[in-house]
Antibody, heavy 114, light 110 residues
Framework: QVQLVESGGGVVQPGRSLRPSCAAS????????MNWVRQAPGEGLEWVAI????????YYADSVKGRFTISRDNSKNTLYLQMTGLRVEDTAVYYC???????WGQGTMVTVSS | QSALTQPPSASGSPGQSVTISCTGT?????????VSWYQQHPGKAPKLMIY???KRPSGVPDRFSGSKSGNTASLTVSGLQADDEADYYC??????????FGTGTKVTVL
């Protein structure tokens, strides 16, 4: 069945890096743009980034521009989010979602704390 | 990009209807017919309920309907059921390959 499974979250100190990933299955991954969306504890959803089908175009929310990099490996059906210079306010569940936001993963928790 | 504005809460009795608003600007909600609505139960991932203002994905009951007027979109849930109790979020395309979500509304079935 169609599925997105995130992994790679964890607890990190401010200023450090982390790279969660999202494994896709059950659909033709390289025919869809992909998004990352995050949700801080007790808060609403925030769009983070989108990457085109072939990975050539990438767009970011202002809150993460210059610190986060979205990428994909279509040979592995996997989406990534390289997060650097992490801040306490980046603490959230990070979801991957297919371009129309009709398919979501279960999320991976990223906690930034000293 | 500022979040779209939704009321914090809404409620109704079983069988009744509830309508949630989502207010943006001419740069997002008012400028594009790409408004979506999501249902999120506690601890779960969001689920797409409405896309392109008023279209329902396969499997979503027709009790859920969407509309838009100017810079404000609305989601109506008719014939409220216990399982409709959840958080609801809107989203809109905001131009330049950016998206914006709403602040969220907690729907309570009395």
């Amino acid at each position: 069945q169609v599925q997105l499974v995130e992994s790679g979250g964890g607890v990190v100190q401010p200023g450090r890096s982390l790279r969660p990933s999202c494994a896709a299955s059950g659909f033709t991954f390289n025919t869809y743009a992909m998004n990352w969306v995050r949700q801080a504890p007790g808060e609403g959803l925030e769009w983070v980034a989108i990457i085109s089908r072939d990975g050539s175009k990438k767009y970011y929310a202002d809150s993460v521009k210059g610190r986060f990099t979205i990428s994909r490996d279509n040979s592995k059906n996997t989406l990534y989010l390289q997060m650097t210079g992490l801040r306490v306010e980046d603490t959230a569940v990070y979801y991957c979602a297919v371009e129309g936001f009709d398919i979501w993963g279960q999320g991976t928790m990223v906690t930034v704390s000293s | 990009q500022s979040a779209l504005t939704q009321p914090p809460s809404a409620s109704g009795s079983p069988g009744q209807s509830v309508t949630i608003s989502c207010t943006g600007t001419s740069s997002d909600v008012g400028g594009y017919n790409y408004v979506s609505w999501y249902q999120q139960h506690p601890g779960k991932a969001p689920k797409l309920m409405i896309y392109e203002v008023s279209k329902r994905p396969s499997g979503v009951p027709d009790r859920f309907s969407g509309s838009k007027s100017g810079n404000t979109a609305s989601l109506t849930v008719s014939g409220l059921q216990a399982d409709d109790e959840a958080d609801y979020y809107c989203s809109s395309y905001a131009g330049s390959n950016n998206y914006v979500f709403g602040t969220g509304t907690k729907v309570t079935v009395l």
